[in-house]
């Protein structure tokens, strides 16, 4: 499973890359943008798994689960 979602951000850097790249962006200004803002929700997204991992337990898993399942369908539905 991890290697699947290895390559699965892999090719999504890329796909970034590559379209940052056709648009000609200011690459140091982009990075560094995408860089922090990519620590803080890291950072962010730990400290609320923490918490809410405590409190819910074994439910944390089942929510989270269920977030990501509406992710999905909201992003089909967006597709029609």
Not at 12 to 18: E, I, L, Q, R, Y
Not at 42 to 55: E, K, N, T, Y
Request: charged share 10%; net charge positive; hydrophobic share 60%.
């Amino acid at each position: 499973m991890l290697l699947f979602q290895s390559v699965a951000t892999a090719i999504d850097a890329f796909a970034v890359g590559v379209s940052l790249r056709a648009v000609s962006v200011n690459l140091p200004q982009a990075v560094s943008i995408i860089g922090i803002t990519t620590v803080i929700c890291c950072v962010v997204a730990l400290f609320l798994g923490r918490r809410l991992g405590q409190a819910l337990g074994q439910r944390a898993e089942i929510f989270g689960g269920t977030v990501l399942v509406l992710i999905g369908i909201r992003a089909l539905v967006a597709l029609f």
